[in-house]
């Protein structure tokens, strides 16, 4: 069951989008591996606790979760099967019999009531169509006074990889940067919206946590390239070949300035965003 306002999405990350991140589901592990600890820390995930994960993607919050509960139960859903085909195999790998995952629409999926201690999701909910809808039926799977932990990512003047790559990419082209509002990688990155957002979908203790460290796109700047290339592949889709080899030399040439013995890395900053189910 999906939202129709969410068939774009559904199509997307059952499509090539899905696909893509499934193909490179260890490499985004690896470029938010400073952001996941804190993130975990702030969820606080004890024994026997029931965790729902939203966008759970290829599973690693899931699996993290799933040891942090144990013997209690974590739920993963994702509009993505390749995804979710991906983070059944490493709880296999991992013999962790104690998460489970479904293919969903966590805006509409009918989710036990109730059920449900701790809700997270690590840059898996700025999608929503409908946020207040989506976060309302997430408040009606947690118990009363249970908690919600958010990673999502501050604004774009803090991501120094988006305006990179997008202003490269773009070839001299008006760039596109995300919105603010609507279905974006940007959609949770206005403190007072967020806010407004879960107070109307039925949550209180709003707050949020400031977190900077770098994102790693690669060992080096060829490593990187393709993925980067790759991953805005919608942008370099449309250039002519002498305009698009130019703006892969552009990107590579920025990939070089941003290596370090740490890898490819470029700023960026997420909120760790915690609330209550009233």
Do not use: K
């Not at 991140?21 to 690896?30: M, S, T």
């Not at 250039?239 to 890898?263: E, F, I, N, S, W």
Request: overall charge negative; hydrophobic content about 50%.
């Amino acid at each position: 069951m999906t939202d129709p306002g969410n068939a774009a999405q559904a199509e997307a990350w059952d499509g090539g989008t899905g696909a893509f991140w499934a193909e490179h589901a260890d490499r985004f592990d690896a470029a938010v591996a400073a952001h996941h600890p804190p993130f975990l820390g702030a969820a606080a995930i004890t024994t026997g606790e029931t965790v729902l994960d939203v966008g759970c993607g290829a599973g690693r919050t899931s699996l993290d979760a799933a040891r942090a509960a144990a013997p209690g139960h974590v739920t993963g859903v994702d509009l993505s099967t390749r995804l979710l085909a991906i983070a059944r195999q490493r709880a296999a790998d991992a013999g962790l019999d104690t998460v489970t995952f479904e293919h969903a629409d966590a805006q509409v999926h009918p989710f036990p009531a109730g059920g449900t201690d701790v809700v997270v999701s690590r840059h898996g909910a700025m999608f929503f169509a409908d946020p207040v809808a989506a976060f309302a039926n997430l408040a009606r799977a947690l118990r009363p006074g249970g908690r919600m932990v958010l990673l999502t990512w501050q604004g774009l003047e803090h991501q120094e990889w988006l305006r990179s790559f997008l202003t490269i990419l773009a070839a001299g082209r008006a760039v596109a940067f995300p919105p603010a509002q609507g279905p974006s990688p940007l959609s949770l990155s206005v403190p007072a919206r967020v806010d407004a957002v879960l107070r109307d979908a039925g949550f209180t203790d709003v707050e949020f946590m400031a977190r900077r460290a770098p994102m790693v796109f690669g060992a080096d700047p060829d490593d990187a390239l393709g993925y980067v290339a790759g991953q805005q592949a919608g942008l370099l889709a449309d250039l002519d070949p002498a305009t698009r080899d130019d703006a892969l030399a552009a990107l590579r040439a920025d990939l070089v300035a941003h290596h370090d013995p740490g890898g490819v890395r470029y700023d960026a900053a997420t909120w760790i965003v915690r609330a209550r189910r009233t």
